[in-house]
């Protein structure tokens, strides 16, 4: 079967991977109702195409923190990827890398920051999660950093596991030949089973729910890297993230997996984007499925997106050419809205091309 979507590959994700492993990737906390606005906020965002403008010639590539990428698309962090396929982050690695872009490795990655660096040459990210022994923080971060890491992206939305209640009914629990490869000498990387959800068992054992705006200053004096915060949705914590020395912002909602209820990642960009008044990038990641969502994300003014499930779904599904796929898929499909739009560049993309709802509403109050 042909594939022509990114979405397609779900369900032969669904099809092959063990109920448990599925359900760990694709479920969201309690009501699910946040996962399902991530996706259709995006669909309630229109177009206003230009026409007459000659498109022959379009570049897509940009600057994320000085490293020149092909693409505006970058891979979110996802936990635990050989569960999906063998492979896991070694083959998205070489994905990411293949299509000039930059991967996030996970702190629960079940490949470490070094042998994910063996893979070859690659502008790559690591997303930290802050636990409760600072040491371990420390030797991860200076680990990632003579790995060739380029920047942290620190989760700030997880004092505590959301509660998603499939992998409580599932008691998830990491398969046993799987370790958290980064935790592996530490004594840290295996779960216990238990009665619910393994993960938010070992979340609560090890992760620091006193995390503050102070920690954030504190990986400063222990790492070069700059520092995302991911888990920004309001303007009040975007100030609050700047003052404190991010050098940029991620509007994520965890992909709707910790507090249901919060409003979709592309409905909170514009209040953050506006507060962060140009003084570091905004990104987002959360439902995006389509190159017409990136560019929508764009023209609220992100400076590049992260996907999180089409990848594991695509790595579940077909491996390293999966991912390959879905890249190239998302690429052409951007490549296609941006011309169909009248811009030749991403600088070409402003909010004067989209029509929110909020826009339909004033315009509508004026009359």
């Not at 063998?86 to 990411?96: F, I, L, V």
């Not at 070992?202 to 920690?215: N, T």
Request: charged share 25%; aromatic share 8%; net charge positive.
């Amino acid at each position: 079967m042909e594939i022509t979507n990114v979405n397609e590959y779900e369900a032969i994700a669904k099809e092959k991977l063990p109920k448990m492993i599925y359900d760990y990737y694709a479920s969201g906390a309690e009501d699910q109702w946040t996962l399902g606005e991530n996706r259709n906020a995006f669909s309630r965002i229109l177009f206003r195409p230009r026409i007459l403008i000659d498109v022959t010639k379009i570049d897509m590539s940009t600057t994320i923190l000085g490293y020149k990428i092909s693409m505006p698309i970058m891979i979110a962090p996802t936990a635990m990827q050989k569960m999906a396929h063998p492979e896991g982050e070694y083959a998205t690695a070489r994905a990411a890398s293949a299509a000039n872009t930059i991967m996030t490795l996970s702190s629960w990655a079940t490949s470490s920051v070094e042998e994910v660096a063996s893979t070859g040459p690659g502008i790559r990210f690591f997303q930290l999660y802050v636990y409760k022994d600072r040491n371990v923080v420390a030797q991860l971060v200076r680990r990632a950093e003579r790995a060739g890491f380029k920047a942290i992206a620190l989760t700030v939305d997880t004092p505590r596991l959301g509660r998603r209640e499939s992998d409580i009914k599932n008691r998830f629990n990491l398969p046993p030949h799987l370790t958290l490869k980064n935790f592996e000498g530490l004594n840290l990387g295996k779960m216990d089973k238990t009665d619910d959800s393994g993960l938010a068992s070992y979340v609560a054992g090890q992760i620091d729910r006193s995390l503050s705006w102070k920690d954030v200053k504190w990986l400063q004096t222990i790492t070069t890297m700059p520092i995302l915060v991911k888990g920004v949705v309001t303007a009040e914590d975007t100030r609050l993230a700047i003052q404190a020395g991010a050098a940029g912002i991620i509007v994520s909602n965890h992909g709707a997996r910790q507090l249901d209820y919060v409003p979709a990642t592309i409905s909170c960009l514009e209040e953050v984007v506006k507060a962060a008044q140009g003084r570091v990038p905004v990104f987002l990641d959360g439902g995006v499925r389509r190159g017409t969502d990136v560019f929508k994300a764009l023209a609220l003014g992100a400076s590049g997106v992260f996907i999180g499930r089409p990848v594991v779904f695509s790595l579940a599904a077909a491996g390293e050419a999966g991912v390959r796929k879905v890249l190239q898929m998302l690429r052409d499909e951007f490549e296609l809205t941006m011309a169909l739009s009248g811009c030749c560049s991403l600088n070409d993309i402003t909010r004067n091309h989209i029509l929110t709802e909020g826009d339909v509403n004033r315009a509508t109050s004026r009359l």
